[in-house]
């Protein structure tokens, strides 16, 4: 029956509504969904920011090839939040994580990647290397490293698992070298054929804050339900990274099972993937009437988990996200700065405007206004995620297979490099030029440049920037020539020197940087750059 109910809602004619007229934290995930501006200017957007939003959208989900995964591997808590990202409470319990000391000055660059390859690598050991390599690989799409390699690397946990199979190579060595609806309800054409089908049967669904996240489904649940009979309960996670993991289990622990299917990011489904603990939807979307090839080919293919040579589809994408700007171009005019292109020039500008008063409230504001960071509730665990978006434009160059953070044959930390040491150095001056938004902040005009997922920038262009008492408007964000300062959405900052194969960083070019262009495409003589759109959590799905 959920799966009925997703196909239902995913499918175009509800899902274009439902990403337009919601304050949600869903975004576009299907092409469709972008074809038509009428719902989105229906809704409040103005043209140009709907346009732009179609812009980059694109750009991101379909056109482009150096998108950058996050790091989705069993425990990736554990590596991001626990070694990096936990800050110590008011209460004095719990620990600051190395980027927070790093950032109050305990340690140097060099200390902080020494620490955190030494804590990634413990980790790594206690859960097993080659597990996680295999975990990574398969989140990448990529095929798994043949036998005998794997024995090469990792004999000692090839022999704990099966001591036979690299005797063989050996062997080899040794030769080579010596219904219930209501009646006056009319259904919508999606559900035809579904009349009546769950009369009795009931179905659990473990959502997140859904009047916020995703308000569409509550509706599409009572319209599924008085068409096809069945009962879907909500249940509301406290934390939605993990308590679906919870209730799943593990190979060893057994799971409350409560649940038939959750909420969950892409970051996460492949740790339950991991696990063999997910129902495998390629037959499913075959045989269904889902429009498959009309979801974006990014969003499609971090909905993959490939084993055995076959990319397995174990999650149902409704949401595309990746981390990207918004900016104030008023204040750019009226500070006379340049647009930043690279997150050097973002550290320059931010660091420059942090703390002048940007909406006439006589109050100091923020350069730069960031989600997730600390204090952003159950996401501020995953804060650093917001660093590695950084990291990846100095290290990713060659697509989005490849890995900002380990390498793929041996599984060694990849933070010894010259791009996490930058990016750490990027990322001291930047923590304390702003603070934490997700769009409520930036209405106010309280930010001068926002960094997060699109849906945090919603409310922003359906609402405009300003500050107001009641339906008095006190002020709003204005060019010098008096119009509207709508702000500028643009593709994220990036690095004009890349990590080469000798482990420095080298101006970029053609051949070093494929997925590269010019920062002003009309002009070839302009910098060339390296761009790789972050997909933090990636969105969120079933």
């Not at 990403?19 to 969904?33: F, G, K, P």
């Not at 990736?76 to 800050?87: A, F, N, R, T």
């Not at 219930?180 to 804050?209: H, I, M, Q, W």
């Not at 990746?322 to 900016?327: A, K, N, Q, S, Y």
Request: hydrophobic content about 35%; some cysteine.
């Amino acid at each position: 029956m959920l799966w009925d109910f997703f196909v239902y809602t995913n499918a175009w004619e509800q899902s274009a509504y439902d990403i337009a007229m919601y304050e949600s934290w869903l975004d576009a995930w299907r092409i469709n969904q972008l074809q038509d501006n009428s719902l989105f200017l229906q809704s409040g957007w103005p043209e140009e920011a709907f346009e732009q939003h179609k812009w980059l959208m694109t750009w991101a989900l379909d056109t482009f090839g150096n998108g950058a995964k996050n790091l989705r591997i069993p425990g990736m808590k554990e590596y991001i939040h626990d070694v990096l990202g936990s800050v110590k409470q008011e209460d004095g319990t719990g620990t600051d994580g190395l980027l927070i000391r790093y950032f109050n000055g305990e340690f140097d660059t060099d200390t902080l990647a020494s620490m955190t390859k030494s804590s990634w690598n413990d980790l790594s050991e206690r859960r097993g290397k080659l597990k996680q390599l295999t975990a990574h690989r398969a989140s990448l799409g990529i095929e798994q490293l043949e036998l005998q390699k794997q024995c090469e690397n990792f004999r000692a946990e090839m022999d704990e698992n099966d001591p036979s199979i690299c005797k063989v190579y050996d062997e080899q060595f040794v030769r080579c070298n010596s219904t219930g609806g209501l009646s006056s309800y009319v259904c919508p054409e999606a559900l035809n054929g579904l009349d009546g089908r769950y009369a009795g049967k009931t179905a659990r669904y473990l959502s997140f804050n859904t009047a916020v996240s995703t308000p569409n489904l509550l509706v599409r649940r009572d319209e599924f339900i008085a068409c096809t009979g069945g009962e879907i309960f909500f249940g509301e996670a406290s934390d939605v990274f993990t308590d679906p993991l919870e209730d799943l289990g593990t190979q060893s622990v057994e799971g409350t099972n409560l649940y038939d299917g959750y909420l969950i990011s892409y970051s996460h489904f492949p740790e339950a993937s991991a696990l063999g603990k997910l129902e495998t939807l390629n037959e499913r979307i075959e045989k269904s009437n889902l429009g498959w090839f009309d979801v974006y080919p990014m969003v499609r293919e971090v909905s993959g988990y490939q084993v055995d040579q076959i990319k397995n589809i174990d999650f149902l994408p409704y949401d595309g996200d990746f981390l990207l700007p918004i900016i104030r171009m008023d204040i750019l005019e009226k500070y006379n700065l340049s647009e930043p292109q690279t997150w050097e020039e973002l550290r320059d500008v931010v660091v420059q405007l942090n703390g002048k008063d940007f909406n006439g409230d006589g109050e100091p504001d923020y350069g730069f206004c960031q989600f997730p960071k600390i204090g952003a509730g159950s996401m501020d665990t995953w804060w650093p995620e917001i660093f590695f978006s950084t990291w990846a434009t100095m290290s990713q160059r060659q697509g989005s297979q490849d890995s900002v953070f380990f390498d793929l044959e041996t599984f060694e930390p990849l933070v010894d490099g010259v791009g996490f040491k930058e990016a750490s150095r990027i990322w001291k001056d930047l923590w304390f030029a702003g603070t934490g938004d997700c769009g409520s902040l930036y209405m106010e005009g309280r930010c001068a440049i926002g960094y997060g997922p699109p849906g945090c920038w919603k409310g922003v262009f359906k609402n405009g920037v300003r500050r107001t008492n009641g339906s008095t408007t006190l002020w709003e964000a204005t060019m010098a020539d008096g119009s509207y300062a709508m702000p500028k959405r643009v593709k994220p900052f990036g690095s004009y020197k890349v990590t080469n194969d000798r482990g420095q960083l080298e101006e970029c070019n053609v051949d070093l940087c494929p997925h590269g262009e010019h920062v002003d495409p009309k002009n070839i003589s302009s910098p060339y750059i390296n761009r790789a759109p972050y997909f933090w959590s990636g969105g969120l799905g079933t």
